[in-house]
Each structure stands twice: as C-alpha cells, then as structure tokens.
C-alpha cells in the first residue's frame, strides 16, 4: 500500500532510514470480521513450484522501460553472533561475480544498455530483509530477459570468489566508515535504550568490522544457502511488458531452482526476535561535540500489524488527520515572537518488522530542550485531552482527500518504481497492495464517518502514551547543561496534570482577493523556438512580461509553474546581503494580502497548491507546482506575491531566531568547517560566497531590510519570463486567466543583474583540514575555467563525467578496494562569463588518502593524451542516452530547460539531436576536451584528516 506510506510515513528519522528495517509484520487482529483489502486487479501474481512468489504489473511510466526486484526474506537480524555484517557482505558480494555473470560482469552488461549504477543498480540491506534493484530498457526482450536472469544468479549463483571477498571488505569498511560522525556515535548511545528488550538493538546490517575484515568465503556462503531460498524470496517486474511473456522469463529462470530442504527453516529464529519493550518508560541522553543541534524524541511504540483489512486503513487513516493537525499546531507555534523550538513534528513510523511508533520530534535551541520539550508536551497533551474543532478536521480531510485523488488522477503517469516497491512491501511485510481504484473509493466513504472523538483518541488507544522512550541528543560543550534522564521522564508524567487551555484556529478566509485585478492584454502569441519534443509558445503581454507554455501530458494533474525577474540579490551591497537573501523567506512568513500564515494555510486546504519565492545573485525567482484544479488560485497566489506581500514583523523575526538556533552548531561539524574553507578556495572567498552562520544571521540580517529590499526589487512585470509546463488548459480556458492575473501586475522599471564579481577560482590551490574526529579522509579535486557555453561541449562534460565514474571506480573502489564510491560532478555559469566547475570527491581511510588521491590523479592526467578504454566509452554514451530518453517525457527536465533558457543558458535541444551530439564525440575529440578542461595550473584540491594525523 505504497500511497498510505508515502503519505502517512513521510516523517522519518534519518538513522531510522539509513539502519533500520522500514517495514512491518502482522500482530494478532481484533478485526477478523472486517473487509480485506485484497490485491489490484493490474497484478498478476503467483507462486511457483519451488515456493519462489512473484508479481507483475504492467505500467508504461517510465516508458520503455522494465523495473526488477528481488526481494529477500532476510536480513541482518537472521544473523548469528559470529555473523553480524554478513547479510550485507552478501548483497555486496552479489555484484562481484555470479556463475554466469564472473566478476564485474553484470554491472558492465547493464552499464552497456544504459543503466547506471546506483540509481538503477543497486541493492540494501536491512534488518529484516535484502532487496535488489534493476532497470531495463523495454524495446529489447532479450535485454529484459537478460535483466530476469541478474535476478536469478543473485538468488542461487554468487560465487563469492575469495580474492574478490578481499577485495569487497575494504568497499564494505569504508561504508562502516562513513558512517562514524556524530550521528553513528549518538546512535551508538541511544539505540540499545529505544530497543531495549530486542535483538534488533544488536543488528544494525552495517554490521562489526572486525567480524567483516576476517570474513571467509565460506562464512558468507554458509549465511546465504541458509536464508536465500526460495519460498524466502519475490520478484518483482514493472513496466511496459505483456504479462504473460513476464511469467515465461520468470518461469525460465526461476523453476529450475530446486525447493528448500527445510521450508519453514525461519520460523523458530523470528519467534525468537522479540519486539523492542514497550511497557516500560525510559531515556537516554546522548552527547558529541560534532552534534549539529539539539533534538529531543518521544517515541511510543507498540507491536507492528500489517494492513491488511478495512479495519486497518480507517486508523491509518484516523491517525494520519492526527498528525496533520497537530503538525499545524506545532508550526504555528514556531511564528511566536519567542519560539519554544525550531520546528516540532508528530507522525506514526516503522522502526522494524516488529515494531512502529508513534513520534513527537523537536529540534530546540542550545540550553532550550526543557522549554521546547514542554512545548511539544503540552500541544500534544491538549489535542489528546480537549481534542480539534470540527474547522481542522475538516480541513485535514480535505487534505488528505486531495492526495489521494490526486494519486488516482495521476494514476496512468506513475512510476513503476512506486508500483514496485509497494509490491515489495506486500510480500515481505503483508502490507495490502489494493491499488488507487479501492484505496481512492475506501477514503471516501471512510472519511466522512470519522468523528473528532475517534480522531482523538486513537493515539491512546494504539500505543501506550505512559511509556515513552525519551532520546535527547545534543552538542557536547564547555557550559552547555542538559536534564537528565529522571527529569525527562518527570517532564513527560507531569504533563497530565496539566490545566489545558483551548486552542482557537485561525480565520477561514473565503477568497484571497479583496479587490478584482484590473486585466492586462495579450499583445502577441508566437512559437518560442526550443529544443523540447512539444511545441512551446510564448506570449506577449502588455506589461512587457512573456508567458512560455509547453502542454504535456507526462502527469495527468502536475502543473509546474515559474517566474524569472531580473536583478536578484546581486542589486544588494555587500553590507545588506544576508537580509536581501533572506527577504523572500521573512516575507512569506507573513501570509499574504489580508491573510496570516495560518488563515493562509486554512485557504489552501484540500488544494494541491504550492508557491515559494527565492532570490538568485541576477534574478527573483517564484517556482510553484499545482493540481490541473489548482491553476487560478495559482495565478492569484503569484498575483498577490507581487502587489499585496504581508509584512509580519514578529513572525520575520520569529524565523530569524528560529534560523539562527538551527544553524548555532554547524561549525561544530568538521566536514561542514571543512566544506566551508572548500567554498573560500573555490570562489577565492568573495564574501557573496560566504556560508550563512548563525553568527551572520545576528549581526548582518534586518528584518526591516529585507523587507524594504523585497520591495525595492523587479517582480512580476516587464522583463519577466513566466514559464508554465504541464497538463494545461487549451488557450480558450489558459488566456484569460494570465491577462486577468499576470498582465495586470505593474510593468515596472526592470534592472539588469549587477556583476559582482564572483566566479569560479582558476587558481592551483591547496586546503588541507586536520579537524576530523573519526578515523576517516574526504578527499576532493577541482578543476575550472573558462568554456565557449555551447551544449555541445556541456554534453562533452557529461561524457567525461561518465568516463571518469566508470574508470574511477573500478580503480579506486573495485580494484583497490579503498572507498565506497566515486562522486564526479560538472557545475556550469553563464553569465557574466561561461565557466565550469568538474569535480571529484570521495572518503576513504586516512593512511591511504594520498595513494588514493594520487591514483586518482594518474586515472585523470592519462585521458588527457591517452585514448578512453572503447567499452568504456560505449557503456558512457549509453548511459547518456538512457537518462535522456527517460528526460524527455519529464516535466521537471523541461520546466529546468525553460528556466536556463530564460535565465542566459544554453538552448535546449531535442533528444535525437542530443544523442547525435553524443554521437558525434569519438574518442580523440573527448581526451582533446579533458585536456582543455583537466588542466593542471587549474587544479584545487582539499583534504579533511583526523586531528590526530600526521601534518607531515
């Protein structure tokens, strides 16, 4: 039920979605009477002979192309004492050579019809469970039968060949390693108190390195015959194939596998995995002097159930209006004039198969945790005592109703990766997957017959709200006090005697606008010669502003919605800067025209409706997305942004506070620090370039400044480029709304952006950090300067990009097992002058940062005379064109397009002409470009070491 998690389990703690198991199995039922909700028709689903379960459902977006899984039953908490970290050496293993596949061979194959490793290659482990992922082109059965048989030699053929498990533990250690900051060690303190009483407290699927370092082929084969079985597996095929010529790949490759000896092998080893304790109150304080902030947690938890019946949905349902309007509640609180905390939140999530939790979550100011800590208390406290007024459950329903219809609006342009991982989450946690025909119609009946006093009190009724676990993290530092964990738990008692008062919502306005628009003019419509596959046109207003509108119909109810207005933050003195960037934010603070924030909120309720407004050094930028209904309250949410803004002094300095705290303890972070000093190189520490502090944001941000920037400044009229992309009205029904709407803004006297002078350093320079705390090295290479700005060679950078993440990591990773990956990236600006930016980085073991560095080094330098490997570049130009044609059928890529069009980039072209672009780069024209672009005397470099590392 891929949709009520997207919505319900959108809250997440980061360690929670890095180490855990996000999934859930079945407790006892107390509604065997109920509904079930049974499978979507589209499915098609069976069970073979040897227990091997799969499903296929046919979905054509993305097109052309197939989506794989190979979810197994098996993960990290299978494991023995002697075993912890084998169920991930396993998956890793699983990349490094199968019977049919040796060595780097699968990865190869699929790199050489498109596919990228990461995002469409790859695999996890978690605690419960391992599962596998794959993308295929469409167009080739053979490819997509060649795609079935990865999945088959995964689950019965790795060859865990000895030298390459050597090779793999030093890619798995620099895994461990990366996780070692401040949050691995404040999970270290806090996780054997939240799972207290269970097995999962002592299986994170990370594993022990010593336990991984003298791992043997023969123990990882040992834990993979055990677990992969079978009946312990799924797969999963998505995508624009006949079902029936699915079944047959599956059969051919799956039947042949021969049924376990022991079906039910894993049944006495999860009796024996206990849920963590819930029936008992507990804390923990846990401190680092690299903690970025100061968070605290309350996490009520209660045995796992899988959602199976209608029963189910209705208190997922109930508990999801819960966290919404206590989430409004809590956001309100943040617009005081003396905030209790910087944010506060509350929502029902997974913490392993056996287990879920309901969380209230707060991120406090330093020595502010009892205060904000009481805040969340006693907002939760109230909604649970006195309850919400019928406005907010209405509005919450609205909300919730308009994700769902949009969802089955939606229903034909979703992506098979969605519709794949919900049918993952079916047969490795029992989670029904009814699909949005039943969900849509179950939240319309059961919407309506949900009460304020069944939303209240569900909470209560699911989880034991006397037992909290409480974890509070925080920085570690000379005069900084926490309570301990006895005043925690006596925060947390106390908090039900408590006199609650009421709350009152806000206003509910009927309309936004007070006075009608006087309507501007079309003055001409003409083609807008673009390189997109549709065609796009552009409209001329009377006020001097353009309308650039390309129709697709990639997603049925996505409307995606911008504007570019000249000037930006450049038109501000250096002395004004923070308060100029920080004026879009501190007026949105305000709400709108008559409107507060709050009564703002209650307007767009049940509308899929958002606006944000920013500012860039050369231009104001306002970018949005809506619903196909949402399009003129849009247009007068744009409107309004620019004629009638809401100046609120309190809320502005509210969020100055409030963004000061958060960013109080960011130096503390050595990586942050050492990115810090990275920028400084990078820009030749122009003060534009200059990260944002807590201490600038006190001393250099005025409320009253930005405000008075914010008006000062170009929007909305002459000069502007209005971009609009997506399933839009034809002209009859589109026009009048942009000549009522957006030709009746003033036309203004637009500035052009002030050339401030900052750009890429083109200077060979060196930063050397010796700040690191844990045992580990980042390292990063740069290379700058100037280019002619054509897309032609941007397109050439992006071969290389590829080229050299091939190349690097077979060397650094594969062969020398020395990270756990390769990141290359390729920056551009245009104006005032063409420059690029090519960078790579990656972490590693502080003893071999400089062989490593220097490898890299000789991999880079070697291409600039010396021909790229051709199965190299084969597999890079495949690569390039599998994300172009998946590009093409986007909103995002194109609406991306329109803006750098329109902001001085290059111009777009269609896809067949970017392939023959592609095409026409061979091998001598690419090393002649990495020579130009790889130069030397344009070379920066950084490194960050442990403080306790030789400077030497």
């Known amino acids: 039920m891929q949709r009520i998690r997207n919505l319900v389990r959108g809250f997440s703690i980061l360690v929670f979605a890095v180490f855990l198991c996000t999934t859930c199995a ?14 979507d028709p589209a499915v098609v689903s069976g069970t073979l002979e040897n227990g091997l379960t799969y499903y296929i459902r046919p979905n054509n977006e993305p097109e052309n192309r197939i989506v794989l899984r190979l979810a197994v039953d098996a993960g990290s908490v299978f494991e023995r004492d002697d075993q912890k970290g084998l169920a991930h050496f396993v998956e890793h293993m699983a990349f490094n050579g199968t019977k049919d596949f040796p060595g780097q061979k699968i990865v190869d194959f699929l790199e050489s019809v498109g596919m990228k490793f990461g995002p469409e290659i790859n695999a996890s482990t978690s605690s419960d469970e391992t599962v596998f992922t794959l993308s295929v082109p469409a167009d080739d059965l053979s490819v997509v039968n060649q795609g079935i048989h990865v999945l088959r030699e995964w689950a019965t053929n790795i060859s865990f060949d000895p030298e390459e498990v050597e090779k793999e533990k030093g890619v798995i250690l620099e895994e461990w390693r990366l996780g070692r900051g401040a949050g691995g060690r404040l999970r270290d303190r806090y996780f054997p108190v939240l799972l207290q009483g269970s097995l ?32 312990a597996m799924a797969v999963v095929v998505v995508g624009d194939i006949d079902p029936a010529k699915a079944q047959e790949m599956i059969h051919t490759w799956f039947d042949p596998i021969p049924a376990s000896q022991d079906p039910h092998r894993g049944d006495a080893k999860r009796v024996v995995i206990s849920p963590p304790d819930s029936t008992h109150a507990r804390a923990v304080v846990a401190l680092d002097p690299e903690a970025p902030g100061t968070r605290v947690s309350l996490y009520y938890l209660a045995p796992s159930r899988a959602l199976r019946t209608e029963h189910d949905y209705r208190q997922l349902i109930g508990l999801d209006l819960f966290s919404i309007m206590l989430n409004d509640r809590l956001e309100e609180r943040t617009r005081e004039g003396n905030p209790p905390f910087i944010y506060g939140y509350s929502g029902l999530i997974p913490v392993n198969r056996k287990s879920r939790a309901f969380v209230l979550t707060t991120r406090v100011d330093e020595g502010a945790s009892v205060g904000g800590l009481e805040a969340l208390l006693y907002e939760a406290g109230r909604a649970s005592s006195l309850g919400f007024s019928t406005g907010e459950l209405e509005k919450a329903k609205e909300n919730l109703l308009r994700s769902y219809q949009k969802a089955w609006d939606e229903r034909t342009t979703t992506d098979s990766a969605r519709y794949a991982d919900e049918l993952v989450t079916l047969f490795l946690d029992g989670d029904a997957a009814p699909g949005i025909d039943r969900e849509l119609e179950l939240v319309k009946r059961l919407l309506p017959e949900m009460s304020q006093e069944e939303v209240q009190r569900l909470p209560s009724r699911l989880f034991s709200l006397d037992t909290p676990v409480v974890v509070l993290t925080g920085p570690e530092k000379d005069g900084l006090s926490y309570p301990d964990e006895d005043e925690l738990l006596h925060l947390v008692s106390k908090v039900k005697d408590t006199d609650f008062q009421a709350y009152v919502p806000a206003e509910d306005p009927d309309s936004l606008l007070s006075n009608e628009p006087v309507p501007g003019s079309i003055l001409k419509k003409e083609p807008l010669h673009f390189g997109s596959s549709l065609p796009v046109s552009k409209i001329s207003l009377s006020n001097g502003s353009q309308v650039w509108v390309m129709r697709t119909d990639y997603k049925s109810d996505q409307i995606l919605f911008g504007a570019i207005s000249p000037g930006g933050a450049s038109l501000a003195d250096d002395e004004n800067y923070v308060s100029a960037i920080l004026a879009p934010s501190l007026v949105s603070q305000g709400g709108i025209g008559e409107y507060d924030l709050s009564a703002l909120r209650n307007f767009l309720a049940g509308k899929a409706l958002q606006l944000n407004a920013s500012l860039d050094d050369r231009f104001f930028i306002l970018s949005g997305t809506c619903g196909v209904k949402e399009l003129e309250p849009l247009f007068q949410l744009a409107y309004l942004s620019v004629v009638d803004p809401r100046y609120d002094d309190a809320a502005a300095k509210a969020y100055v506070q409030r963004l000061s705290a958060a960013l109080k303890n960011r130096e503390s972070d050595p990586e942050t620090q050492f990115n810090d000093q990275v920028l400084k190189m990078l820009y030749d520490d122009h003060p534009r370039s200059r990260p944002l502090t807590s201490k600038r944001v006190e001393e250099e941000a005025s409320v009253q400044e930005a405000f008075d920037f914010y008006d000062s400044i170009h929007k909305g009229g002459a000069g502007t480029v209005w971009i609009l992309v997506g399933n839009l009205p034809e002209d009859e029904e589109l026009e009048p709304l942009v000549t009522r709407y957006l030709a009746a803004l003033p036309a203004g006297n637009p500035t052009a952006p002030v050339d401030r002078g900052m750009q890429f350093s083109e200077k060979k320079s060196t930063v050397r950090s010796f700040d690191g705390i844990g045992q580990k090295a980042q390292v990063k290479l740069f290379f700058s300067g100037g280019f002619d700005g054509s897309r032609r060679t941007a397109v050439g950078m992006r071969l290389l990009k590829e080229l050299y993440t091939i190349l690097l990591r077979d060397e650094l990773r594969e062969n020398e097992g020395g990270t756990y990956g390769v990141s290359i990236g390729t920056n551009f600006r245009y104006a005032p002058e063409a420059q690029y930016l090519f960078s790579i980085s990656f972490g590693c073991d502080p003893e071999r940062s400089q062989k490593l560095k220097e490898k890299a080094e000789e991999i880079l330098m070697k291409y600039r005379t010396t021909p790229f490997p051709s199965e190299a570049l084969v597999r890079a130009k495949q690569i390039i064109r599998a ?8 909103n995002g890529y194109w609406f991306s397009a329109l803006v750098q069009e329109a902001t001085g980039g290059p111009t777009a072209e269609p896809v067949n002409e970017t392939d023959q672009l592609v095409d026409r780069f061979d091998n001598k024209s690419l090393v002649d470009l990495a020579e130009t672009i790889l130069r030397p005397e344009h ?3 950084a490194l960050l070491l442990p403080k306790d590392f030789s400077k030497e």
């Open 26 to 39: 079945t407790a006892p039922r107390e509604d065997t009477l109920s509904p079930q909700l049974g499978l």
């Open 200 to 231: 999962y407290a002592d299986r994170l699927a990370i594993g022990d390195p010593d336990i991984v370092r003298h791992a043997s082929s023969g123990a990882l084969r040992e834990f993979y015959h055990t677990w992969y079985q079978p009946e």
């Open 883 to 890: 994300g172009l044609e998946e590009s093409d059928r986007q």
């Open 939 to 941: 070379r920066m470099e």
